[in-house]
């Protein structure tokens, strides 16, 4: 039986133009963010608006660090950009951040 509490959190970052920052918090949920849904056992995505750019940030949950290998299809640490992604962000990312939650404490989701 799969874990139904997370143990792994997995943060990716990007930033975009900041005129081009609606377009792509839609395109990315819709391409992005959707899927993972389906298969992690949380997610949150976050923006930052600075006159220079506009940064996302998008934390996956996990159970394990296999539960993610089975999602990205190989090494979950490795970035898996998006086919638009060179059209909307200002430099690719080179990676993921793979964190192990240690505590969680009060209210850190909509749920």
Known sequence: MAPTTPTIARIW??????????????????????????????????????????????????????????????DPRDIHHLDRDKEFLIELPKGVQVLRIRSSHGMVGDD
């Open 13 to 74: 970052r990007g930033k975009t133009l900041p005129d081009r920052a609606d377009a792509y918090e839609r395109y990315n949920y819709e391409v992005g963010i959707k899927p993972l849904i389906e298969k992690a056992l949380g997610v949150q995505t976050f923006r930052e608006d600075a006159p220079t750019h506009s940064e996302f940030v998008t934390i996956s949950y996990w159970g394990s660090v296999e539960a993610m290998a089975a999602f990205t299809g190989g």
